[in-house]
C-alpha cells in the first residue's frame, strides 16, 4: 500500500508508528472479521478485536486528548481494508467523543474502560425523525421530576449501533429557551427501563443503525454531560473532531477504488492492448489520484490544526469531510465504470464499495450542511 504521505509535515514520528501498527492489524483481521451480510455480529466481533489489540485506546484515550491525526489515520487505514472495521472504531470515539471531551472523571471512569476494551459499544444519538440538518429543532424531552433525575420522552433515529450499543448519548430538550439554547447531554445505558429498540434500519452500507423511542427513561441528574443548556455545543465540538475523521474515512474508502481502478485498467485485454493503454482510462486514474491527493491533504491539514491547539477547526473539518467523502465517490463511481458489467454486478467488490460510499455524504452533517458552514465561515471572515 502507498502510505508515502506518512512522510507528510503535518505527521509526527509517534504517528507513522501508529499507521504501521493499525496496517498490520487491519492487513490480517479486518477483512477476515467483516461479514457485510452480518452487521451487528461484525461490529461486535471487530470492536472486540481491535479492543484486544490496543487500538481502541486512540478513540477513548486515557487522558482524554483525542489525537485527531492518529483517528484520521487509523480511519483511512481500516476504511482501505474494509466499511466495517473502519465503522466498528469510528463509533467507540464518536459514542465517546462528548464524554472523552466534556465528561467529569466518574463520567470517564464509567464508559471508557469498557469502551477501550471494545466490549461495551458506544453511541451518540443526536437525530430525530423531524430534526435531523437541523439540530436546535430537536425535540426529545427531558423533564426534571423535582427529585434530581430527568424523565426522557421521544424518539432518536439513523442512531449508529442503536441496538447493540451499551450506552447511548442522547441530546435533549431541557428547557424553555428555544433553539440551539434549550438542549442538554446525557449519558444513558442501553438498559435503562423505557428505553427499546423502535425499528432497525437497512441502508445501502452494512451498518448497524436503528430508531431509538424513550418513553419516561429516568436519569440522574450527575448523567448530565456538560452542564444543563450545554448540548447543542457539546453535539457541535464533538463534530468538529469527528468530521475530520469522516473525511479520513472517505479517503480510505477512495485509494481502495483507485487501487482496485489501476488493478483492472492494468490486466484488464481490450483492442489488443490493455485497458490502461485507453487514454480515457487514465484519465479515470489520474482524477482520482488527484482526488485523493487534494482529501488526503485537507484531511490531515484538518487534523493537524486541531491538534495543534486551535480554538475552532469546525471550517476546516467541514471542507475536509465536503471535499473527501464527494471525492470518495466520484473515485468510486469511476471504478464501477472501468470495471464495466462486474462494476454493478451485486456482490462484486466494486459494486459494494459504490454502496458503501454514500452515506458518508449524508451522515455527521450532510454535504449541503458543510457548505452552510463553510460559506458563513467564509462571510464572517470576510466581511469587514
Ligand atoms: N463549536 C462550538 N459552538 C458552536 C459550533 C461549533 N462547531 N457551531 C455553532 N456553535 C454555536 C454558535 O456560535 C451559536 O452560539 P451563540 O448563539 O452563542 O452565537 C450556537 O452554537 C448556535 O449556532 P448556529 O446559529 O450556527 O446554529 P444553527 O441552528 O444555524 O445550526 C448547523 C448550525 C451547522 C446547521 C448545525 O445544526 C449542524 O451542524 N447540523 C448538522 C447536524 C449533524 O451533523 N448531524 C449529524 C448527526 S450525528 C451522525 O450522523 C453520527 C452517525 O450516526 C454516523
Request: glycine letters at 6%; proline letters at 5%.
Given at each position: 500500500?502507498?502510505?508515502?504521505?506518512l512522510?507528510?509535515?503535518?505527521?509526527?514520528?509517534?504517528h507513522?508508528?501508529w499507521?504501521?501498527?493499525?496496517?498490520?492489524w487491519a492487513?490480517?483481521?479486518?477483512?477476515?472479521?467483516s461479514d457485510?451480510?452480518?452487521?451487528?455480529?461484525?461490529?461486535?466481533r471487530?470492536a472486540r478485536?481491535?479492543?484486544?489489540a490496543?487500538?481502541?485506546?486512540v478513540?477513548c484515550p486515557?487522558?482524554?486528548?483525542?489525537?485527531v491525526?492518529?483517528?484520521?489515520?487509523?480511519?483511512?487505514i481500516?476504511a482501505?481494508?474494509s466499511g466495517?472495521?473502519d465503522?466498528a472504531?469510528a463509533?467507540?470515539?464518536?459514542?465517546t467523543g462528548?464524554?472523552t471531551?466534556?465528561g467529569?472523571?466518574?463520567?470517564?471512569?464509567r464508559?471508557?474502560?469498557g469502551a477501550?476494551a471494545g466490549t461495551?459499544?458506544?453511541?451518540f444519538?443526536l437525530?430525530?425523525p423531524?430534526a435531523?440538518?437541523d439540530?436546535?429543532?430537536?425535540?426529545?424531552?427531558?423533564?426534571?421530576?423535582g427529585?434530581g433525575h430527568?424523565?426522557?420522552?421521544g424518539?432518536?433515529?439513523?442512531?449508529?449501533?442503536g441496538?447493540?450499543a451499551a450506552?447511548y448519548v442522547?441530546?435533549?430538550?431541557?428547557g424553555e429557551?428555544?433553539?440551539?439554547?434549550?438542549l442538554?447531554?446525557f449519558?444513558?445505558?442501553a438498559e435503562?427501563?423505557g428505553?427499546?429498540v423502535?425499528e432497525?434500519?437497512?441502508?445501502?452500507?452494512?451498518?448497524?443503525?436503528?430508531?431509538?423511542?424513550?418513553d419516561?427513561?429516568?436519569?440522574?441528574a450527575?448523567?448530565?454531560?456538560?452542564r444543563?443548556?450545554e448540548g447543542?455545543k457539546?453535539?457541535?465540538?464533538t463534530?468538529?473532531v469527528?468530521?475530520?475523521?469522516?473525511g479520513?474515512a472517505?479517503?480510505g474508502?477512495?485509494?481502495?477504488?483507485l487501487?482496485?481502478?489501476?488493478?483492472?485498467a492494468?490486466?484488464?485485454?481490450i483492442?489488443?492492448g490493455?485497458?490502461?493503454?485507453?487514454q480515457?482510462s487514465?484519465?479515470?486514474i489520474a482524477?482520482?489520484?488527484v482526488d485523493v491527493e487534494?482529501?488526503?491533504?485537507?484531511v490531515y491539514r484538518?487534523a493537524?490544526?486541531?491538534d495543534s491547539?486551535?480554538?475552532?477547526?469546525?471550517?476546516?473539518?467541514s471542507?475536509?469531510?465536503l471535499?473527501a467523502?464527494?471525492?470518495?465517490q466520484r473515485?468510486?463511481?469511476?471504478n464501477v465504470?472501468?470495471h464495466?458489467g462486474?462494476?454493478?454486478?451485486?456482490?462484486?467488490k466494486?459494486?459494494?464499495?459504490?454502496?458503501?460510499?454514500?452515506?458518508?455524504?449524508?451522515y455527521?452533517?450532510?454535504?449541503?450542511i458543510?457548505r452552510?458552514?463553510i460559506?458563513?465561515?467564509?462571510?464572517?471572515?470576510?466581511?469587514?
Open positions: 500500500a502507498d502510505i508515502s504521505f512522510d507528510w509535515p503535518f505527521l509526527e514520528p509517534r507513522r508508528d499507521a504501521a501498527e493499525v496496517e498490520a492487513a490480517a483481521h479486518a477483512e477476515a472479521l457485510e451480510h452480518d452487521a451487528d455480529a461484525s461490529v461486535i471487530l478485536a481491535m479492543g484486544d490496543g487500538l481502541l485506546r478513540p486515557v487522558d482524554g486528548v483525542l489525537d491525526r492518529a483517528l484520521c489515520l487509523a480511519r483511512d481500516l482501505r481494508h466495517l472495521a465503522f472504531f463509533m467507540q470515539g464518536l459514542g462528548p464524554v471531551l466534556f467529569t472523571p466518574a463520567q470517564r471512569e464508559l471508557l474502560p477501550r461495551a459499544l458506544a453511541a444519538a437525530s430525530e423531524e435531523g440538518s439540530v436546535s429543532a430537536l425535540a426529545l424531552a427531558a423533564t426534571p421530576d427529585n430527568y424523565r426522557l420522552n424518539d432518536k433515529t439513523w442512531i449508529s449501533n441496538g447493540i450506552s442522547v441530546f435533549a430538550r431541557t429557551a428555544p433553539g440551539a439554547k434549550g442538554s447531554a449519558l444513558v445505558p435503562a427501563p428505553l427499546a423502535a432497525r434500519i437497512e441502508v445501502t452500507a452494512p451498518h448497524p443503525l436503528a430508531r431509538l423511542r424513550f419516561d427513561v429516568r436519569v440522574a450527575e448523567d448530565l454531560l456538560g444543563p443548556g447543542f457539546v453535539a457541535m465540538a463534530l468538529d469527528f468530521r475530520a475523521t469522516v479520513a472517505a479517503l474508502f477512495a485509494r481502495r477504488a487501487d482496485m481502478t489501476v488493478a483492472q492494468s490486466t484488464r485485454k483492442f489488443g490493455t485497458l490502461f493503454d485507453q480515457m487514465q484519465a479515470a482524477d482520482s489520484a487534494a482529501s488526503a491533504l485537507l484538518a493537524w490544526l486541531k491547539g486551535a480554538a475552532r477547526v469546525t471550517r476546516e473539518a471542507m475536509a469531510k471535499h467523502t464527494e471525492a470518495a473515485c468510486a463511481d469511476r465504470q472501468i464495466g462486474l462494476g454493478v454486478t451485486r456482490g462484486h466494486a459494486e459494494e464499495l459504490y454502496r458503501e460510499v454514500r452515506a458518508l455524504r449524508v455527521e452533517g450532510a454535504s449541503e458543510q452552510v458552514v460559506a458563513r465561515a467564509e462571510r464572517d471572515t470576510r466581511t469587514p
